[in-house]
């Protein structure tokens, strides 16, 4: 089973500054996934990436393979960006028995 | 709208009453599963199945049975539940097993309180 850990567990920041989340895992992958959820909310996909990195707005998403390490950046932090976001990868690598997940790390940006 | 519905979003029962929570996509994915979440543990996988008739069991499988009789509906059925059953619910479902570089779209959860 692939195992996640995600750092830091818990982050507060004020708005504008850049924020940086990092998601380790122990098995080769085929892609990872970032996502969101808010308060009481649903469960959102960010960004599915296998290699490289990816942009959306002002988040950015990037992916070591070698080094079994990703990072989501968000630029311009903003209140509304408040929320905890999850990294998942397959369970065993491949894909084909679903997702294992990171514990999640909440985000309070403060006006 | 592509979407994953889930039924009911809250429900509080009492031990031993069989309930089932069910979950439709309208997206003709192969792929569907169901993860419980509980504060401090994160998201578990309980039941995926990659087509219909084709199930497996996740991490957590105890108390709940599913079944996928239809490409589109998956439902979890818990037979008689219990307190420590009281967890927040999603399903998901992605166009292609085995296939780690295909998304996943998730329902809007249901929390589940059993007293």
């Known amino acids: 089973k692939n195992e996640v850990e995600q750092s830091p567990q818990n982050l507060t920041a004020q708005e504008g500054e850049f924020i940086t989340i990092n998601c380790s895992y122990s098995?080769?992958?085929?892609?990872l996934h970032w996502l969101q959820q808010h308060p009481g909310g649903g469960i959102v996909s960010l960004f599915m990436?296998?290699?490289g990195k990816k942009k959306h707005g002002r988040l950015i998403a990037t992916i070591n393979i070698q080094e079994k390490h990703s990072s989501l950046h968000i630029t311009a932090s903003h209140p509304r960006d408040s929320a905890v976001y999850i990294c998942?990868?397959?369970?065993?690598?491949?894909?084909?028995?679903?997702?294992?997940f990171g514990k999640g790390t909440h985000l309070i940006i403060q006006p | 709208e592509a979407q994953v519905t889930q039924n009911p979003r809250y429900l509080i029962t009492v031990t031993g009453k069989k309930l089932t929570v069910t979950c439709s996509q309208n997206?003709?994915?192969?792929?569907m599963s169901w993860y419980r979440q509980d504060p401090g543990l994160g998201l578990r996988q309980i039941y995926y199945?990659?087509?219909?008739?084709?199930?497996d069991k996740g991490d957590v499988p105890e108390g709940y049975k599913v079944s996928r009789k239809e490409k589109r509906n998956f439902p979890l059925i818990l037979e008689s539940p219990s307190p420590n059953q009281t967890s927040l619910y999603f399903c998901?479902?992605?166009?292609?097993?085995?296939?780690?570089?295909?998304?996943?779209?998730f329902g809007s959860g249901t929390r589940l309180t059993v007293v």
């Open positions: 998901a479902s992605s166009p292609q097993p085995g296939q780690g570089g295909y998304g996943y779209t």
């Open positions: 098995v080769g992958i085929s892609a």
């Open positions: 990436l296998s290699s």
């Open positions: 998942a990868v397959p369970y065993s690598g491949g894909g084909a028995d679903g997702l294992t």
């Open positions: 997206m003709n994915h192969e792929y």
């Open positions: 199945s990659m087509n219909v008739e084709v199930t």
